[in-house]
């Protein structure tokens, strides 16, 4: 099995490797690409923590607001951990959260904004 371009994309976000994410992205590599096994780039940073990364993502037009096969987008994953300033980070690029979310993750949301 062959690894794609876009997939590539997906395993430097996981890994944290700022450079060759940039690689990628330059010869081509989707940042909005889902992949059924393994996930996003950005629900992958976004799981890492890995805050430059989600940055490069959206600078290069990872979408903010995409929805997972279960109902799900970005805001909802970083909300599942505990790093507000992801959750700053993706509302401040214009995240929200989908109709499905639970009461829990709107109340989170506003814990996580009140600092702002």
């Known amino acids: 099995m ?5 997939q590539k994309v997906i395993f430097a976000a996981r890994g944290g490797n700022l450079e060759l994410l940039k690689e990628r992205i330059a010869l081509g590599g989707s940042v909005n690409l ?11 940073a976004i799981v890492k923590s890995h805050k430059e990364i989600i940055s490069c993502l959206i600078e290069n037009g990872a979408d903010v607001n ?4 279960d109902g ?11 790093k507000p300033e992801i959750v700053k980070l993706l509302a401040w690029f214009g995240a929200k959260l989908k109709k499905k979310t639970r009461e829990f993750y709107a109340q989170r949301l506003e814990e996580c904004l009140k600092n702002v």
């Open 72 to 82: 799900i987008g970005p805001l909802e994953v970083a909300l599942r951990h505990p």
């Open 2 to 6: 062959s690894i794609t371009p876009d």
């Open 34 to 44: 889902y992949d059924p096994v393994h996930g996003s780039a950005l629900t992958a």
């Open 66 to 69: 995409y929805e997972h096969y």
